[in-house]
């Protein structure tokens, strides 16, 4: 289970930061990191994290967000910097566990806009 959480209303040039909070240890996933979702588009990956060592940005995020993690709090973030109103969109945290399942947290809304 993932619970994500921290999204909210941000001016442009803004900052705010993404929490998702795992039930399980973070070592029991091959991959873990945060999608977003845009109104009437298919989700797209902002920031992942993969057992291979790898964080892999989408382009438009790439030098303003930061992915990160706490394996001792199970626990990864998403640090957005100088966001954009293009940045609006849900924003889901996912795992996929060893076992081949991936998992959704139950997303939280990001809104930039003055």
């Known amino acids: 289970q993932l619970q994500a959480s921290g999204g909210g209303l941000v001016q442009p040039g803004g900052s705010l930061r993404l929490s998702c909070v795992a039930s399980a240890s973070i070592f029991s996933f091959t991959a873990i990191g945060w999608y977003r979702h845009f109104p009437g588009e298919e989700r797209e990956l902002a920031a992942g994290?993969?057992?291979?060592?790898?964080?892999n940005y989408a382009d438009s995020v790439k030098g303003r967000f930061t992915f990160s993690r706490d394996n001792a709090k199970n626990t990864v973030y998403l640090q957005m910097n100088s966001v954009k109103p293009g940045d609006t969109a849900v924003y889901y945290c996912?795992?996929?566990?060893?076992?081949?399942?991936?998992?959704w947290g139950q997303g939280t809304q990001v809104t930039v806009s003055s």
């Open positions: 994290f993969s057992s291979g060592g790898a964080t």
């Open positions: 996912y795992a996929d566990a060893t076992w081949g399942r991936r998992y």
